[in-house]
């Protein structure tokens, strides 16, 4: 079966279990009339730039930036961006396709997902949807986030998806300077950052598995095979 035949549907599929599921009508939109957010929780990222996933980035940014997610909305990474394409400006880059090192359309729109799980873990927002790299492809030296802090996300098939739970709207806002990449959570009143902790533990010599804290709490378990490749 053709690649595009079994990305609709999984598309389908997806449509209809939101729709069961009671959240496909809940999805964030775009909004004409923001909300004044004066505050904002930091976070921020070392960002190993090509012109490439710079190009990536800066159209999945300007998409999500114009989402404002009013309380018990749900932001879906990929209702926001849609499909990944050349008709989008999009461009092959680098990324993690079936566990192999691989250019593809959007590629490095992983990091962007990643830090947008991770300050909503700083946040308690709820996490509805979101999946862990199945390979751990990076060593402690070239490592620029912490080993469970990471959403992949593959079109049609995984989503990231988090429900503000918050009283007040939010936002997600983000600059590049330089090699940094940074994110800001924007919301009406001061929410506390939480501590969020990942520790590992290694199952055999291949598997290790992550368990996320919030303030000492687990709250989700990643496991990940350990590979890393000479081109790393």
């Known amino acids: 079966m053709p690649y595009y035949i079994k990305v609709r549907l999984h598309l389908v599929k997806s449509i209809v279990?939101?729709?069961?599921?009671?959240?496909?009508?809940?999805?964030?939109?775009?909004?004409?009339?923001?909300?004044?957010?004066?505050n904002s929780l930091k976070l921020e990222q070392e960002l190993k730039p090509n012109e490439?996933?710079?190009?990536?980035?800066?159209?999945?940014?300007?998409?999500?930036?114009?989402?404002?997610?009013?309380?018990?909305?749900?932001?879906?990474?990929?209702?926001?961006?849609g499909n990944p394409?050349?008709?989008?400006?999009?461009?092959?880059?680098?990324?993690?396709?079936?566990?192999?090192?691989?250019?593809?359309?959007?590629?490095?729109?992983?990091?962007?997902?990643?830090?947008?799980?991770?300050?909503?873990?700083h946040a308690k927002l709820e996490i509805l949807e979101r999946h862990s790299h199945s390979i751990d492809i990076y060593t402690d030296e070239t490592r620029f986030t912490?080993?469970?802090?990471?959403?992949?996300?593959?079109?049609?098939?995984?989503?990231?998806?988090?429900r503000n739970n918050l009283k007040g709207p939010i936002r997600f806002q983000f600059s590049i300077e330089g090699n940094?990449?940074?994110?800001?959570?924007?919301?009406?009143?001061?929410?506390?950052?939480?501590?969020?902790?990942?520790?590992?533990?290694?199952?055999?010599k291949e598997t290790v598995e992550v368990d996320t804290?919030?303030?000492h709490e687990i709250v989700t378990k990643s496991k990940y095979k350990r590979l890393v490749p000479n081109t790393v």
């Not at 490439?52 to 961006?81: C, D, G």
């Not at 989008?88 to 359309?105: H, I």
């Not at 009406?188 to 939480?194: D, G, L, P, T």
Request: glycine content about 8%; overall charge positive.
């Open 17 to 38: 279990h939101s729709v069961i599921n009671g959240q496909y009508f809940s999805f964030a939109t775009n909004q004409n009339n923001k909300s004044s957010l004066p």
């Open 52 to 81: 490439a996933k710079i190009k990536n980035l800066s159209i999945a940014i300007k998409r999500i930036e114009s989402i404002q997610i009013n309380p018990n909305e749900i932001f879906s990474f990929w209702h926001t961006i």
């Open 85 to 121: 394409s050349k008709n989008k400006g999009f461009v092959g880059s680098r990324s993690l396709v079936n566990g192999k090192l691989e250019n593809s359309l959007g590629g490095g729109l992983c990091q962007l997902s990643g830090l947008i799980y991770y300050i909503s873990l």
């Open 146 to 162: 912490p080993l469970g802090s990471d959403a992949t996300v593959a079109y049609g098939y995984k989503d990231l998806k988090i």
């Open 180 to 204: 940094r990449l940074i994110i800001n959570l924007m919301h009406a009143s001061v929410i506390q950052k939480n501590k969020v902790e990942f520790k590992e533990k290694a199952l055999d």
């Open 213 to 215: 804290l919030i303030n």
